[in-house]
């Protein structure tokens, strides 16, 4: 009988464990070694400047409404991945993270209220001008497809060529239901 009993236990303990997973805790973030949030977990909470992940992030889990920046390198440096959003598909390398000020805010209008080719307001100085959320044609600027950080960076160099700066020598990336968007790029006439 005490087998039997056992059993049960067992059998309702692997229950328990194979359930969903919890809902998403606000101020923490999940990283997953599996596409579509399985396999080995690595939760982060608060800004972390130097994690050791042993595996590839495959997917990632955010809190609704919270957004993280996810950096290849330690102390938040470039890359980065702004995350606005859970993921079921990504394939990176998180050395550091934190949380974002910039939480899913809806990308500004263009000045003069249409498309016409306008970039977003903008804060303009006399050698640099930025861009919190750029446009082109009303619509924000998609990065890259990959997400890879050089092809990120021809992205915000392109964009700054294009209002007559010399290069972006500043950009994140924002990640928005499986796209990726420029956001937060510093253009300027020197240059990196």
């Known amino acids: 009988m005490r ?13 328990l464990l194979a359930g969903p997973a919890p809902a998403q805790v606000p101020g923490e973030v999940i990283l997953f070694s599996q596409t579509n949030h399985r396999g080995h977990s690595f939760l982060v909470r608060g800004t972390r400047n130097n994690l050791v992940i042993p595996w590839a992030v495959r997917s990632v889990r955010v809190a609704r409404g919270e ?3 996810l950096c290849t390198r330690t102390n938040h440096r470039d890359p980065c991945h702004r995350v606005a959003e859970s993921l079921a598909n990504v394939n990176w390398r998180v050395a550091s993270a934190r949380p974002s000020r910039a939480v899913n805010l809806p990308a500004p209008a263009p000045p003069g209220g249409g498309g016409g080719g306008q970039p977003t307001a903008s ?35 392109r964009f700054c060529r294009a209002r007559g700066w010399t290069a972006a020598t500043y950009h994140r990336q924002e990640t928005v239901r499986g796209t990726n968007y420029l956001t937060d790029v510093l253009c300027t006439r020197t240059g990196r």
């Open 67 to 69: 957004a993280w920046d």
């Open 123 to 157: 804060l303009r100085g006399m050698s640099a001008e930025f861009f919190v959320a750029p446009q082109e044609s009303g619509r924000r600027v998609i990065s890259c497809a990959s997400g890879a950080a050089a092809c990120a960076e021809q992205s915000a160099d």
């Open 3 to 15: 087998s039997i009993g056992t059993v049960a236990i067992a059998a309702a303990a692997a229950f």
